[in-house]
């Protein structure tokens, strides 16, 4: 079993930036990849970036060029660098681990709205 917890979410103006953290543990050595999703009201569910264990990236389209996920494994987190925030960023965030057999782990979310 894999334990993600995140932080940092808020309220931030547009343009404004914000850095979220997800503490993972348990048996992290089974993970294969990492990331972010998103979730608005009314809207589906979204990948905002991911990141394999063997450094790979994935950056939505939406985000890329303002968003950076990074994963530090001495502290065993995973971060979300969201600069340039717009409010269509504005949504539930997830972090999400998928381990090598295909089990797919979230945390609870953390909300983060962005005012025009």
């Known amino acids: 079993q894999v334990q993600l917890r995140e932080s940092g979410g808020g309220l931030v103006q547009a343009g404004e930036s914000l850095r979220l953290s997800c503490a993972t543990s348990?048996?992290?050595?089974?993970?294969?990849?990492v990331g972010w999703y998103r979730q608005a009201p009314g809207k589906q569910r979204e990948l905002v970036a991911s990141?394999?264990?063997?450094?790979?990236?994935n950056t939505a389209d939406s985000v890329k060029g303002r968003f950076t996920i990074s994963r530090d494994n001495d502290r065993n987190t995973v971060s979300l660098q969201m600069n340039s925030l717009k409010p269509e960023d504005t949504a539930v965030y997830y972090c999400?681990?998928?381990?090598?057999?295909?089990?797919?782990?979230w945390g609870q979310g953390t909300q983060v709205t962005v005012s025009s």
């Open positions: 990141l394999t264990s063997d450094g790979s990236t």
């Open positions: 999400h681990a998928m381990s090598r057999a295909g089990y797919n782990f």
């Open positions: 348990g048996s992290i050595f089974i993970i294969k990849v």
